[in-house]
């Protein structure tokens, strides 16, 4: 899990992704998606498996705006859940192997880079989304909207407590009722989701990184206790976290 979305190309090979409740196998010119704080992994299935992946800021897709469709709302493909999300039809895959392989190109030059690729990734989504049913309309929120989120964003990645969604409407000067449909449609997940798979993020680095006991992690994390830990840990990556961190060692 992690904040960035994340948008990736199969050049070669196959791979199995996995999320929380549906998985999916990708061969050559095949794309996936992640969302903000998504549960997701994946398993070589045909090597050698060559991929490009971007770990793209929610607020560069937020902001994102052409005076031809300012309608056009980028951040959708991310947001909806993993089954209903843009896949490559067969006739697009030449097409993205090409986009793969300018994506390739730019990464070996020396000069704007970043603006290229920038470019470069606006264009995959752009073509990924254009035979897509469900049109990347921009959903009836303000203008403002993700600056005004962006403060209960930040509020949760400064903090390791546990922040109530009262903390965060405050936080953005809005009510809790408001604060609360207004970040789900922008964010595509609840605020306490969005909370909750942060400090896990959190406490899985602290476990790898260190040796600190499980109800030291768990208690600094915000969470009420190590079984509170324990079962909310299970439930996002499907094992324990003393199996996770032993996992992690023996790697």
């Not at 067969?90 to 097409?95: E, I, T, V």
């Not at 990184?209 to 830990?229: C, E, N, T, V, Y």
Request: aromatic share 12%; glycine share 6%; hydrophobic share 40%.
């Amino acid at each position: 899990m992690h904040y960035a979305l994340e948008m990736g190309l199969v050049l070669s090979g196959r791979m199995k992704r996995y999320y929380q409740n549906w998985r999916t196998e990708l061969g050559p010119g095949q794309i996936w998606l992640c969302g903000i704080w998504e549960p997701h992994g994946f398993d070589i299935m045909h090597v050698p498996c060559q991929v490009i992946f971007f770990a793209i800021s929610p607020e560069m897709l937020a902001t994102t705006s052409f005076a031809e469709n300012t309608a056009w709302d980028w951040l959708a493909p991310f947001i909806v859940p993993p089954e209903k999300r843009p896949h490559v039809k067969p006739n697009q895959k030449a097409a993205f192997l090409t986009l793969g392989r300018r994506i390739m190109d730019a990464l070996e030059k020396k000069e704007k880079t970043g603006i290229l690729l920038r470019l470069l990734v606006l264009e995959t989504i752009f073509e990924l989304c254009n035979q897509w049913p469900c049109a990347p309309r921009r959903r009836a929120v303000p203008g403002d909207s993700f600056s005004i989120i962006n403060r209960a964003v930040d509020l949760v990645l400064k903090s390791h407590t546990l922040l109530t969604v009262h903390d965060a409407a405050k936080a953005c000067n809005l009510s809790a009722s408001i604060f609360t449909r207004l970040f789900h449609k922008v964010m595509g997940l609840s605020f306490a989701d969005f909370s909750i798979r942060y400090r896990l993020h959190g406490a899985k680095e602290q476990l790898v990184r260190s040796q600190d006991p499980l109800k030291s992690i768990a208690i600094s994390w915000g969470f009420a206790d190590k079984s509170h830990f324990h079962h909310v840990f299970v439930g996002h990556y499907g094992c324990t976290p003393s199996e996770y961190r032993k996992r992690y060692i023996q790697n």
